[in-house]
Each structure stands twice: as C-alpha cells, then as structure tokens.
C-alpha cells in the first residue's frame, strides 16, 4: 500500500464519515484492519499510540 520510504500519508475525512470518527479507537483499527484501507494504514501506528491488550 505505502512504499518503506513513505514518511506522511494524508487522510482525508470528509463529513458524510463524521459518524464513524467517534468510534475510532485502536480497538476498532485492529478489528478493521484487514477490511478497511484507514485501519490498514493506521495500524501501522499502534505500538507507538496504545499498548495492546
């Protein structure tokens, strides 16, 4: 998806995702990382965020 040597990727949400953005928690990115491009992404960052469970 993203080269080793990609340093930003910018996301944008627009407002028709408002609904979901509250639901967004690392919990939620690693149920939907398989499924959904944001998590996939996202995911990457985890360790340096929130430890897991």
Do not use: N
Not at 2 to 25: C, D, F, N
Not at 28 to 42: D, E
């Amino acid at each position: 998806m993203l080269s080793p040597q990609t340093r930003v990727a910018h996301w944008y949400g627009s407002v028709r995702t408002r609904p979901y953005v509250a639901e967004i928690s690392p919990d939620y990115i690693r149920a939907h990382r398989t499924t959904q491009l944001f998590s996939a992404l996202a995911d990457r960052l985890l360790p340096a965020l929130a430890p897991q469970d």
